[in-house]
């Protein structure tokens, strides 16, 4: 590490009220034509353009004292003039931080959090350089006790380096690695466990009554088992799970060696809970997810990724792997680490099934064209989104799903989704080599003939049609070797409308209106409000009472609000459908089953 690096960084709280951080960069040596500074467009892990230039509210660039005029070349790139040789240019900038999610930053009286990508103007030409990053604390006495959780690095040997949790002077090798390392400052609560020697700090912000012994038991199995999946040593020197609790909030964003989520207090375990609650078993899920990503994603990346442009889309049709392989991972770590039962796994994997199949957009996109639009669909979806789109997420777990089995039945239980995980550790995670689009294939067909012969090559063709096709996968007939019984019922008993509610127990107003359904056939359109059905008032509270009561093929008179419109239609209702998945281990179970089970399940 240089003495001094020639690029450097301050970030300060300076107006809570006001949602403003400060921020400076300095440059020792900036371009002699003028230096450009360039803001990301986007954040990894989130797979949308986001214009975080939208938030800077003034920019000023000055020399020895003196101002530097700058000129503004596009919606995130700025160019200072060109200043003497040998003098220190510095831009200084504020940043507007009201967005409570994982993906920008947020500042109040009560905590301060920051990703780099938002807040850290990138010096073009010095990206690969290091830089020294200053975290300096709030005003005021009332903020005074505030600390910092990062990991970023300290640097050692300086006297002007922060303390452990503590503001100060922090390092990072490079602008990625400065971006990839989120900040939170505030008086939050902090809990460690060692999991495979390697700790891990565990920051929780926001009132809670977190019981967080368990919390941390709990997550020191689920570590464990994926640091063990891949083998030791794990990739990072400490892990830091960041969580802002909240009201009602849920998300996760994977960093390479930390994650920031949001979750609601009620999905916290507390004292004297003895089973693990529905919101509970979600918490943990996203935590295991963002955690697996620490070696899916952030290490094992598309080529597209190696490196990031994060000046534009990167364009890649291999999110099913990274996103829908690790949510395959994510619930199965918290069975296989003994966190959850067997039971409650089969529950979540029912669940996982039953939201694919509730979307029509399965049998029009496929989990690669979903994931090479992802930019434009995915994290844009509207109100017709279930007629059009698939999640690479959910898939792309029942792709893993379907591919493991296989893999397994195959083999007899020698060969699984496990080894191609661990083949892609060392051929890609652990070489910095980037995954070709085809490059899955031919590792599944690479395991497969090393499991049984014959049975790699027809996964690998049996993969790609998967991934590349609408058709729905044999999940049925993939389990029946497990003992584990699939069966898909209704939801509900009743007729069905085909439409989705908006959220509240107010007015019945339309979200979603399924395809081919009673709602689309009649007319009815997301957004018209439900007012009566045959002359008797509909809310959102009602809606499924009502419809309870009657079979498919009735007819109904429905008043609804179209914007101040007031229209009548007649409705024919359909049959609920199909379409949630229920699983359980089978009463008959013969030796080979169970085997194969416990191979997968690890019970």
Not at 254 to 263: F, K, W
Not at 284 to 304: D, M, Q
């Amino acid at each position: 590490m240089p003495h001094q690096p020639r690029v450097s960084y301050a970030i300060a709280p300076a107006r809570p009220e006001a949602h403003i951080f400060e921020v400076t960069c300095t440059v020792a040596s900036p371009d002699p034509a003028g230096q450009v500074f360039r803001l990301p467009a986007w954040i990894p892990g989130s797979y949308m353009i986001r214009e975080f230039a939208r938030n800077i509210v003034t920019l000023r660039a000055e020399c020895g004292g003196r101002p530097v005029a700058v000129e503004k070349l596009d919606k995130h790139s700025w160019r200072a003039a060109p200043v003497a040789a040998g003098r220190a240019l510095t831009l200084s900038y504020e940043v507007y931080a009201w967005d409570l999610s994982v993906r920008a930053a947020h500042l109040d009286a009560t905590h301060g959090f920051f990703n780099g990508t938002s807040v850290f103007l990138a010096v073009e030409g010095k990206t690969d350089e290091p830089c020294y990053v200053d975290i300096l604390p709030p005003d005021g006495p009332a903020l005074q006790t505030w600390k910092v959780a990062t990991t970023l690095r300290r640097p050692a040997g300086n006297p002007l380096a922060a303390p452990a949790m503590g503001f100060g002077l922090y390092y990072a090798e490079n602008y990625d690695e400065l971006v990839d390392h989120p900040v939170e400052m505030g008086g939050f609560t902090h809990a460690r466990f060692e999991a495979a020697g390697v700790p891990h700090d565990i920051v929780l912000t926001g009132r809670h009554d977190c019981d967080l012994e368990r919390l941390c038991s709990d997550l020191l199995r689920i570590c464990t088992w994926q640091i063990e999946l891949f083998g030791t040593p794990a990739p990072v020197d400490r892990y830091l799970f960041l969580t802002m609790v909240v009201g009602d909030g849920y998300g996760g964003l994977e960093h390479r060696a930390s994650t920031a989520l949001l979750t609601g207090r009620n999905d916290l375990p507390y004292v004297g809970m003895h089973e693990h609650t529905d919101g509970y078993r979600t918490f943990l899920g996203l935590c295991s997810h963002e955690y697996f990503h620490t070696w899916n994603v952030k290490r094992i990346k598309p080529a597209a990724f190696a490196p990031y442009d994060l000046a534009t889309e990167n364009y890649t049709r291999l999110l099913w792997a990274f996103e829908g392989f690790t949510s395959y991972y994510d619930d199965l770590a918290l069975v296989r680490s003994g966190v959850i039962g067997v039971d409650d796994y089969l529950t979540l994997l029912g669940k996982t099934m039953s939201s694919v199949l509730r979307g029509s957009g399965r049998l029009k996109q496929s989990v690669a064209e979903s994931s090479f639009d992802a930019w434009i669909k995915y994290y844009r979806q509207d109100e017709n989104a279930p007629n059009a789109i698939v999640s690479y997420y959910a898939k792309g777990a029942l792709i893993a799903l379907a591919l493991d089995l296989q893999l397994r039945a195959a083999s007899a239980g020698r060969k699984s989704l496990d080894d191609v995980m661990r083949l892609l550790w060392q051929r890609h995670g652990l070489t910095g080599e980037g995954v070709a689009e085809d490059g899955l294939f031919a590792l599944v067909a690479e395991v497969g003939e090393a499991g049984l012969k014959g049975a790699g090559r027809r996964l690998s063709r049996w993969l790609n049609d998967a991934v590349e096709g609408t058709e729905d996968l044999a999940l049925d007939e993939f389990l029946r070797p497990f003992g584990i019984e699939f069966r898909a019922e209704a939801a509900a008993k009743g007729a069905s409308l085909g439409v989705k509610l908006a959220g509240g127990n107010g007015e019945a107003k339309l979200a979603n209106v399924f395809d081919d359904g009673p709602a689309q056939r009649c007319g009815l359109s997301a957004g018209d409000v439900l007012v009566a059905i045959d002359g008797l008032k509909v809310t959102a509270a009602s809606l499924d009472g009502m419809l309870a009561r009657r079979q498919g093929g009735e007819q109904v008179t429905i008043h609804a609000f179209r914007r101040d419109e007031l229209t009548t239609v007649t409705a024919e209702l359909a049959p609920q459908p199909a379409d949630t998945v229920k699983l359980a281990s089978g009463k008959r179970v013969s030796a080979a089953m169970r085997a194969l089970r416990e191979g997968w399940l690890g019970s």
